[in-house]
């Protein structure tokens, strides 16, 4: 069963940018993948998604600002955030998009504040 390991969260002040890398232990090449994120109190939704082939999808609030993006050959999936908001703060995690998923890891902290 593939693990995935999210990191590069952090503090950053609004307007500002990061990118999150999602590690997996195996080889993704064939599963779409998404970004998850869950605010304190609230549930996990998913924010962005890639297949496979490298088509990307984004909820509303983060069109524009976010972008998804996989290389295979290192079995690494990446979400670049820029113009960051306070209601961006959440933990971010990675998984496949559809069943089977792989255990959810730690996720990484995203903190958007001034």
């Known amino acids: 069963q593939v693990q995935v390991v999210e990191s590069g969260g952090g503090l950053v002040q609004p307007g500002g940018s990061l990118r999150l890398s999602c590690a997996a232990s195996?080889?993704?090449?064939?599963?779409?993948m998404g970004w998850y994120r869950q605010a304190p109190g609230k549930q996990r939704d998913l924010v962005a998604a890639?297949?496979?082939?490298?088509?990307?999808n984004y909820v509303d609030s983060v069109k524009g600002r976010f972008t998804i993006s996989r290389d295979n050959a290192k079995n690494t999936v990446y979400l670049q955030m820029n113009s960051l908001k306070p209601e961006d703060t959440a933990v971010y995690y990675c998984?496949?998009?559809?069943?089977?998923?792989?255990?959810w890891g730690q996720g990484t902290q995203v903190i958007v504040s001034s």
């Open positions: 195996g080889s993704i090449f064939s599963i779409s």
């Open positions: 890639i297949t496979s082939s490298g088509s990307t």
């Open positions: 998984n496949a998009i559809s069943l089977p998923r792989s255990p």
